[in-house]
């Protein structure tokens, strides 16, 4: 099979053929259709993780796929050969296995049955991306009335979180590039106000437009706490943080904020619900984006310029 792969520690990926890979006890193999990129895709390529989960090489890129089910192994009963199905590769050692590739060899915990009125490329986009908004969207616990600050909108996970904290009657602050596109786009999804983060301190801005703060941040993008706009939260706010900054206890204790760094549970019960939404129409799938398999390497290079917006998804013919 045709799979995005890193041949050996230290190297670039590169597409190659490799074995299609056997179903074992707990697992179900897809024949992918089409595969989400996500950002954790470029951070296993580099080798980012490697002291935490061990890796084996070849390594495939990609956790999430649509496709149809060539094999089951012992033990699955809920899908059967031949379903259509939405599926996540689970975090967990050893990291070899990836949904870049023309079959992919999932855990039966991470697929579920996709529905009818959802096409391939669109349910590709979900698993990751809207399991990980699901979860920094609880983490808020966000009531009807409430203001919540979202940084990083522009994204996969911001594109889905917008749309989540609305539903449940919250007022959205988005962050954005400034542009009317930009701001078209997360309005449509949901947002109030648009923040432009590249005409001055987000916090700043925020705070002009609410004196009083915002009820909740989530943030999607902060590498460090210095760099997450924890003033622009009112006193007793709560936050919630995707890459663990922005919830730094000793910088949410100095600013009187609660928070807790969150992590996506793309596991079927989850992301059936998710899918279910987005066949229905309630949940938008922002898809920006869609490449062949052979152009994969761009949309990874897109992630990490950190210039996409909503989701990449990959189409795999065959």
Do not use: C, W
């Amino acid at each position: 099979m045709r799979a995005l792969n890193v041949p050996a520690a230290g190297e670039q990926p590169r597409l190659s053929d490799l074995p299609v890979p056997a179903p074992v006890e707990g697992t179900v193999l897809v024949r992918v259709k089409a595969a989400g990129l996500n950002a954790i895709d470029n951070a296993l390529a580099a080798g980012m993780m490697a002291e935490m989960l061990p890796h084996v090489y070849p390594l495939v890129l990609g956790r999430d796929a649509a496709g149809v089910v060539e094999a089951v192994g012992a033990g699955v009963d809920h899908v059967a050969v031949g379903d259509e199905v939405i599926g996540h590769m689970l975090l967990a050692p050893p990291i070899q296995a990836g949904t870049l590739a023309e079959y992919a060899l999932l855990p039966a915990a991470a697929v579920t049955r996709k529905p009818a009125g959802l096409d391939f490329t669109t349910a590709a986009a979900l698993p990751l991306a809207a399991t990980a908004a699901t979860a920094a969207v609880d983490a808020v616990e966000p009531q009807p009335g409430q203001t919540v600050l979202v940084v990083g909108a522009g994204g996969g996970v911001g594109s889905y979180a917008v749309q989540l904290l609305a539903a449940r009657g919250a007022t959205v602050v988005a962050t954005g590039t400034g542009t009317a596109a930009e701001t078209s786009r997360l309005t449509a999804l949901g947002a109030t106000t648009v923040v432009d983060y590249t005409a001055g301190p987000v916090a700043e801005q925020v705070r002009a437009a609410y004196p009083d703060g915002v009820d909740a941040l989530i943030d999607l993008v902060s590498y460090t706490p210095d760099s997450a706009p924890l003033d622009a939260v009112r006193k007793g706010g709560k936050v919630a943080s995707t890459l663990g900054a922005a919830a730094d206890e000793q910088a949410l204790a100095a600013a009187g904020l609660t928070g807790t760094s969150v992590m996506a549970a793309p596991v079927r019960e989850v992301v059936a619900e998710l899918a279910e939404q987005a066949a229905a129409g309630t949940l938008k799938v922002d898809v920006t984006a869609v490449l062949p398999l052979d152009k994969a390497t761009d949309g990874l290079a897109t992630l990490a310029s950190g210039t996409a917006r909503g989701k990449i998804v990959v189409e795999i013919a065959g």
